[in-house]
């Protein structure tokens, strides 16, 4: 399959060291939004919508992991970036596991938040792609979205949450259909220890999606590792434990 043009954006110091940070699939670039301010100080951001999100297209499916992972090559090729530090979150930090081992030099350090080796049979990413196709984005959002965030969140800062299930809402059923199928079966526990970059593995301590058992299974399987577990958060720690993983990501990334 040809690699798709993936709607992107460049933030920050232009001739800085480039972050790219890839979101969790569901959600859209502006899920990054609470690390900009730290990470535009000392590097140049760029973020990217994946396949049917956003402005990506969405071509006709089926898709693979290798599909959507030489999508963000072909970002980095139309900017003429040959090397990147990358952050992943959820079941997205399998693209940047398979640029880690398939095109090493391209990667110089990562973090994966909220990530998993395999996908747990238990999330049947297969039905949710079967309803939004013959239902739409509207019948699977509540699905996608519940997971993301702590009541705590919902209750304090539901702005928060309902902008983002706006987003979930408005992405392109087809192409979301095919981005579930192509993570339904995700298994890397044989690629994992061939990654060399230094990473950093954050997971959620309340996450119901992929709890800290799935980012420490990963991380055992890594040369060059520093594993945490973020305290108040569920599956978007990133959104709702800023000021943590700004400090993992400013750490790890500076480093």
Not at 31 to 43: I, K
Not at 77 to 101: K, N, P, Q, Y
């Amino acid at each position: 399959m040809p690699v798709n043009p993936l709607q992107y954006r460049l933030d920050g110091p232009r001739h800085a060291p480039v972050v790219l940070l890839v979101p969790p699939f569901g959600a859209r670039m502006s899920v990054w939004e609470p690390q900009m301010p730290e990470l535009t100080g000392g590097h140049r951001v760029l973020r990217i919508d994946h396949r049917g999100h956003g402005g990506s297209d969405a071509p006709e499916g089926p898709y693979r992991i290798e599909d959507l992972a030489l999508d963000l090559l072909g970002v980095l090729d139309a900017e003429g970036i040959t090397r990147v530090s990358a952050v992943g979150a959820g079941l997205s930090s399998s693209l940047l596991v398979w640029i880690a081992v398939n095109s090493p030099r391209t990667i110089d350090r990562m973090a994966l938040l909220a990530p998993a080796a395999r996908t747990p049979h238990t999330l049947r990413w297969d039905r949710i792609a079967a309803r939004a196709s013959t239902a739409g984005m509207q019948a699977v959002t509540a699905d996608v979205v519940l997971p993301w965030f702590t009541p705590d969140m919902y209750e304090e800062r539901p702005e928060v949450a309902t902008a983002l299930a706006e987003d979930v809402a408005g992405l392109d059923p087809e192409g979301f259909a095919s981005v579930c199928g192509a993570v339904a079966d995700m298994d890397q526990r044989r690629l994992i220890p061939e990654v060399r970059v230094p990473t950093l593995v954050a997971s959620a301590a309340h996450d119901p999606l992929l709890p800290p058992g799935h980012g420490r299974r990963l991380a055992d399987g890594l040369a060059d590792v520093r594993f945490e577990v973020v305290p108040g958060a569920a599956h978007l720690l990133g959104v709702e434990r800023t000021d943590r993983v700004n400090q993992l990501l400013v750490e790890h990334l500076g480093s």
